[in-house]
């Protein structure tokens, strides 16, 4: 199966700190994130998505590969389902840049049409404006989680 992969950058007003804080609540994306039905957080490495993607609802376990406080988180699902990415942290000023790439493999149609006509592209970009919204209403992160992860080893 082919993969598609997308990618996508905001500017944040806010402090890198509390961005990537943000970032950490797997549990609030579907506050932001208009695919992401639940995250159930698994213990700190490992989380339960339950996505719904063109009417259909996928689910899978991801796991967190790498980790470094205010600089980037990576993640690869695990069993059958393709889903992988990284996201970013760079400070700019009193800003924050996020940078997202995300690959993964889309098995309906109405999946490989959206990636070859560029809509999930779309939706993400859509996706971190509302990031962007979320932090900057609220003036600062609902949680944080300060810890480092490398190759599955975790380091609180």
Same mark, same amino acid.
């Given at each position: 199966?082919? *993969?598609?992969?997308?990618?996508?950058? $905001? %500017? @944040?007003? &806010?402090?890198?700190?509390?961005?990537?804080?943000?970032?950490?609540?797997?549990?609030?994306?579907?506050?932001?994130?208009?695919?992401?039905?639940?995250?159930?957080?698994?213990? /700190?490495?490992?989380?339960?998505? @339950?996505?719904?993607?063109?009417?259909?609802?996928?689910?899978? %376990?991801?796991?967190? =590969?790498?980790?470094?406080?205010?600089?980037? $988180?990576?993640?690869?699902?695990?069993?059958? &389902? @393709? !889903?992988?990415?990284?996201?970013?942290?760079? #400070?700019?000023?009193?800003? *924050?840049?996020?940078?997202?790439?995300?690959?993964?493999? #889309?098995?309906?149609? *109405?999946?490989?049409?959206?990636?070859?006509?560029? $809509?999930?592209?779309?939706?993400?970009?859509? /996706?971190?404006?509302?990031?962007? /919204?979320?932090?900057?209403?609220?003036?600062?992160?609902?949680?944080?989680?300060?810890?480092? $992860? !490398?190759?599955? =080893?975790?380091? #609180?």
């Amino acid at each position: 199966m082919a *993969t598609s992969t997308v990618t996508a950058e $905001i %500017d @944040v007003d &806010a402090p890198i700190r509390a961005v990537y804080d943000q970032w950490t609540q797997f549990e609030e994306f579907p506050r932001f994130m208009s695919a992401v039905e639940r995250i159930d957080q698994l213990g /700190d490495e490992r989380q339960h998505w @339950v996505v719904k993607v063109g009417g259909v609802e996928r689910e899978f %376990d991801a796991r967190i =590969t790498d980790q470094v406080p205010d600089d980037h $988180i990576s993640w690869a699902s695990q069993g059958e &389902a @393709v !889903h992988s990415g990284r996201v970013s942290f760079r #400070p700019v000023g009193d800003r *924050t840049q996020v940078a997202l790439e995300m690959t993964w493999t #889309p098995e309906s149609f *109405t999946e490989k049409t959206g990636a070859a006509l560029g $809509i999930d592209e779309h939706a993400v970009k859509k /996706d971190l404006e509302r990031f962007k /919204d979320f932090i900057e209403e609220r003036g600062r992160e609902t949680g944080g989680w300060r810890g480092e $992860i !490398h190759g599955g =080893t975790t380091t #609180p």
